[in-house]
């Protein structure tokens, strides 16, 4: 493992998903998943996001896409609230999840717009604000 990558990836993955979120996940970690939160954080956000020749809300929007045609819930709500971090509106996810529905399938996106609009009004209570 790359130690370097490693801090580089966490430094990012606090960034973007919010530091208590990160330390959350890494503290429930135990000697099954220890060894993922490790991939994960080296490989996915370190080599990947630390890279610097896409923006971040770029990286954001392509997540949100794959994540939504991959039906991955979980992952794709977390990266909703990422991408309001990274600056994506709620009219840039809207539009990225209209073309989801054309490229990927309408139930993907009817299951994406549901799931965003939770992960609005969560980001929204958290943050004590109204959209």
């Known amino acids: 493992m790359n130690d370097e990558l490693f801090d580089t990836g966490l430094a990012v ?6 530091a208590e979120f990160v330390d959350k996940a890494l503290a429930g970690a135990d000697d099954f998943t220890r060894p993922l939160q490790r991939l994960v954080t080296e490989y996915c956000w370190g080599a990947v996001w630390g890279r610097e020749d896409l923006p971040r809300k770029t990286r954001s929007m392509l997540n949100l896409a794959m994540l ?4 991955r819930p979980n992952e794709f ?3 909703i609230r990422g991408a309001l971090r990274n ?3 709620r009219v840039e996810i809207r539009e990225v999840l209209l ?6 399938g309408v139930p993907a996106a009817v299951d994406s ?3 965003a ?3 609005f009004a969560e980001h929204d209570r958290q943050a004590g604000t109204q959209p």
Not at 13 to 18: A, K
Not at 68 to 71: E, F, R, T, V, Y
């Open 13 to 18: 993955r606090r960034e973007v998903l919010g």
């Open 68 to 71: 939504a045609i991959l039906n």
């Open 77 to 79: 709500k977390t990266h």
């Open 87 to 89: 600056g994506v509106t």
């Open 99 to 104: 073309q989801v529905a054309i490229y990927g």
């Open 113 to 115: 717009f549901r799931l």
């Open 117 to 119: 609009r939770e992960a």
